[in-house]
């Protein structure tokens, strides 16, 4: 079975989550500390 | 020894120098930890070999180990948090263990997800419910729990003891996390990496440490960030009240 559609589908979603969750965090704390 | 970390602790209580330290501290953590991810994932897509019986699926490795780091020192943080909350009264304590509950939970589910990413190609199935994975699923309605409790009983003005005491109860999932392997004949291998030694080759393992690092360097910063948003809002809560009683 080629291992590559899972590995790039496990990083995908693990970059996604954090980016999502940093960006939220970041615009977060921008609005509450204006 | 005690009496010595309880000043030390102290020290932090005062919000403002707190903020003091978190505000340049923030964007160090970030930017560390961005580099180092990315240098991670780039050699763990490109400069490691296949395993010899894995073959590329083990560059999953590099991103579900630290999820699963994560998913667990982050409710160890939750734990500390609270019974420095609890024990010292110490102010931050809540706030700090309230702003790990959602990178915690979201750290955990990125460990099951990727893990079961990983199990497709390597042993046939998405899911199994053995010990290891069951037990980490349970991590994540854990922290679900309690984000639900905390912000429950933040809306009836309560105290934070019973958040508190739920992040100290809820660590008795930690070691049964950790020896699942050992304890059940499970389809989860056992553990390969420790402190001292590792089952994995050097050559496939390297990379490992720029991921852990990274993320864990993100984590720090995302925690320092929802702790500053906490704070925030608190300041601006107060203002408005003084204002409304003028």
Redo the contacts between chains.
């Keep these: 079975?080629n291992?590559?559609p899972?590995?790039v589908?496990?990083?995908a979603?693990?970059?996604a989550?954090?980016g999502a969750?940093?960006l939220f965090?970041?615009l977060?704390?921008k609005r509450?500390?204006k | 020894m005690a009496d010595a970390a309880v000043p030390t602790l102290h020290a932090f209580a005062n919000p403002a120098r707190f903020l003091k330290i978190a505000r340049p501290l923030t964007p160090l953590l970030l930017w560390g930890g961005v580099l180092l991810l990315a240098v991670g994932c780039w050699a763990g897509l490109t400069q490691t070999p296949p395993d010899y019986l894995q073959g590329d699926s083990v560059r999953i490795l590099y991103i579900h180990v630290p999820a699963a780091w994560l998913g667990m020192g982050g409710w160890s943080g939750i734990a500390i948090s609270s019974i420095a909350f609890l024990v010292w009264r110490h102010p931050l304590g809540h706030v700090a263990a309230r702003a790990i509950a959602l990178p915690g939970a979201v750290f955990a589910a990125v460990c099951l997800a990727t893990g079961s990413i990983w199990g497709r190609p390597t042993w046939g199935t998405w899911w199994q419910w053995d010990g290891r994975l069951t037990s980490m699923l349970l991590l994540f309605f854990v922290y679900c729990g309690y984000m639900a409790l905390a912000r429950a009983d933040a809306d009836r003005g309560g105290d934070g003891r019973i958040p508190a005491l739920y992040g100290i109860a809820g660590t008795v999932l930690l070691p049964i996390i950790r020896y699942s392997v050992i304890w059940w004949n499970t389809l989860h291998q056992g553990p390969s990496i420790g402190l001292t030694k590792s089952t994995i080759a050097g050559s496939i393992l390297w990379p490992l440490g720029f991921t852990m690092a990274g993320f864990t360097l993100l984590f720090a910063a995302i925690v320092l960030m929802r702790m500053r948003t906490a704070l925030a809002r608190t300041k601006a809560e107060a203002r408005l009240r003084r204002m409304a009683r003028a």
Excluded: D, G, N, R
């Design positions: 079975m291992a590559w899972f590995i589908a496990a990083y979603l693990t970059l989550a954090t969750l940093m965090t970041y977060a704390m509450a500390e």
